[in-house]
């Protein structure tokens, strides 16, 4: 391994290894252990799975090996059975991270970047059902006795999930810009109509300006 020591010389036996190189393992990657606090349960948490999944692994150096970045080695023995006993980590760790209902569909695969493609293929579309439960929710939800904070934080998580799921193409054109500041205009009104009646006049003075601001900033001047 990479800044390897003669044996005597002294040094940390740490010292004799390459961390940034994917092949290693370090004691505690034994994929048991969950790397992410929720499990995969189909199209409606998919986006956020991968998401932290991709985090998790990349923070591992192991991203790799479900991405295709770092395919199975050839022709040298010792690396080969490295990689394979790293790809049994990230199958584990793959495994770990969905349902009980799904882990049946994938237990016998044996291939991290397999596994990811496959889980990819199936539930990354969202359907019609997924979009009208979160457009749903967005609509329903309202500050009704909680915390602002709490309020502009749950519907702030339910936008962008919104938008997630339309996975929109990005575009510079005029038109675009019109449609993202109409959209941030939408966000505004619902943000301001689910407040409860003790904000009125909050809400009175922020319409009231001009130009009107996003979001964010009226969440700020409700919680100053």
Not at 65 to 90: A, L, Y
Not at 97 to 112: G, I
Not at 199 to 224: R, Y
Request: net charge neutral; hydrophobic share 35%.
């Amino acid at each position: 391994m990479v800044g390897e020591t003669p044996s005597g010389s002294g040094s940390k036996s740490s010292d004799r290894y390459d961390f940034d190189d994917p092949l290693f393992l370090h004691p505690s990657d034994n994929g048991v252990v969950s790397i992410i606090s929720f499990k995969l349960t189909g199209i409606e948490n998919f986006r956020i799975w991968k998401v932290s999944m991709t985090r998790a692994l990349k923070g591992m150096n192991k991203l790799g090996f479900v991405d295709k970045m770092f395919p199975k080695p050839s022709g040298d023995e010792s690396k080969i059975r490295k990689w394979e006993r790293v790809n049994v980590v990230v199958c584990s760790l793959l495994l770990g991270s969905v349902s009980e209902s799904l882990y049946a569909n994938h237990a016998c695969s044996d291939n991290a970047s397999n596994i990811w493609s496959e889980l990819s293929e199936t539930y990354s579309k969202a359907n019609s059902s997924v979009v009208f439960n979160v457009h749903q929710k967005i609509n329903y939800l309202t500050h009704n006795g909680l915390s602002v904070s709490e309020y502009y934080s749950k519907l702030d998580a339910l936008w962008k999930e919104l938008d997630g799921l339309a996975n929109l193409t990005e575009c510079t054109c005029e038109a675009s810009a019109s449609f993202v500041n109409h959209s941030k205009l939408m966000k505004l009104m619902q943000f301001l109509s689910g407040l409860d009646d003790t904000f009125s006049q909050v809400k009175s003075h922020i319409l009231l300006m001009e130009p009107l601001h996003n979001v964010k900033n009226c969440f700020f001047n409700c919680i100053s």
